[in-house]
């Protein structure tokens, strides 16, 4: 198993410096003088040049990328910096290091990910066993609406359309305005994580106001992805329920939940897995309509405001970020895998 593992990892790394190399090339094509827009448009000619000189926007695109990747010593000068040793540059946009905005933001955006990989799970995957032990019945045709759906709704429209029905129309749930109420006091815990920080300080208040701020992005979220993991789940189960050891134990008298449990779930589970894996990883970086219609302070949110300042450095660590994120999500899809499936690790 550890072999494996350090095989997985090591990989990972040519993957990894391709998308550094991607991400620094795409950020440099996009228009606009990031130069000239920090600078502001009264500004002289000479204030944006000193500006280029000093972000370095005037050095040659390879040089440029150098210093990215290991810091000032491309320069021939002193001093750290560089992703190798995790420095993601200074954020032209808001003049923090790049890094701390995202690390301040990232808690929202994974609390409103896994509300709506939780959802999405909690759905599909009885669901989808469901219908597939009702083959044919009435069921199985809900389900099979409900991933026709999923599939054909983008996740930002049925935000809009969330948030017009429970919001303007029934008032039921609060407004775009973030994670919690304009005048509420954000919890001081250790994880960033309004809902679990609630819970452990045992702040109810906080926590009911946290729990209504997030249901509308967790359907929004989840929903979407309801529907490859129920009809993966649904084809799998199908699969091992016409397989001849499952015809065989019911012979054998196992039937009800014994069956369903140890035998037709634990064999239908390496597919749902293998899914739900991809679809985490999108939801980190899909995320960013949904932020941007929830006015969810996540990276998401992070990302469209450094899109419209051409932040160089803060949409190469967004790239970023998406990349490792979906790696990271394979690595343990794997290894999950392997677990599970033992014959993974042969192949």
């Given amino acids: 198993m550890l072999s494996y593992t350090a095989r997985r990892l090591v990989a990972l790394i040519p993957i990894l410096i391709g998308v550094t190399l991607l991400a620094f090339i795409v950020s440099r094509a996009l228009p606009g003088d990031p130069a000239r827009l920090y600078a502001g448009i009264q500004a002289s000619e000479a204030q944006v040049e000193a500006i280029r000189d000093r972000l370095g926007l005037d050095q040659p ?30 954020s032209i946009r808001t003049g923090f290091s790049v890094a701390e905005d995202i690390g301040a933001r990232l808690p929202a955006t994974i609390e409103m990910v896994g509300a709506g990989m939780l959802f999405a799970l909690i759905v599909a995957l009885p669901l989808g066993i469901w219908a597939a032990v ?22 930002f429209w049925l935000a809009l359309i969330l948030l017009l029905i429970f919001f303007v129309f029934l008032g039921w749930l609060p407004g775009p305005v973030g994670r919690l109420d304009i005048t509420a006091i954000p919890p001081d815990g250790p ?8 819970l452990l300080l045992g702040e109810w208040a906080t926590f009911r106001n946290a729990v209504s701020h997030i249901i509308l992005p967790m359907v929004a979220m989840g929903f979407p992805a309801v529907a490859p993991i129920l009809r993966l789940t649904r084809n799998a189960t199908l699969s091992v329920l016409n397989s001849d050891y499952i015809a065989f134990g019911k012979a054998a008298g196992l039937k009800g939940l014994p069956l369903y449990l140890k035998y ?11 899914m739900t894996g991809l679809i985490a990883g999108y939801m ?11 006015s969810w302070p996540g990276v998401g949110l992070y990302a469209i405001n450094s899109l419209t300042t051409t932040d160089y450095p803060a949409i190469q660590a967004f790239v970023l970020l998406s990349a490792v994120t979906y790696m990271v999500v394979f690595l343990v899809v794997d290894l999950v895998q392997s677990m599970i499936d033992p014959r993974v690790r042969l192949k």
Wanted: charged letters at 20%; proline letters at 4%; hydrophobic letters at 40%.
């Fill in 191 to 198: 994880t960033g994580l309004y809902l679990i920080d609630s």
């Fill in 61 to 90: 695109l390879p040089l440029q990328y150098c210093v990215y990747m290991i810091g000032q010593t491309c320069l021939g000068e002193d001093g750290g910096g560089g992703l190798i040793r995790g420095d993601l540059g200074e």
């Fill in 264 to 274: 037709v779930l634990r064999n239908a589970l390496p597919g749902a897995v293998t």
């Fill in 284 to 294: 980190i970086g899909g995320a960013v309509l949904v932020e941007r219609v929830f």
């Fill in 134 to 155: 009702r083959r044919g019945k009435l069921i199985d045709k809900f389900c099979r609406l409900i991933s026709t759906l999923g599939v054909a709704i983008p996740d």
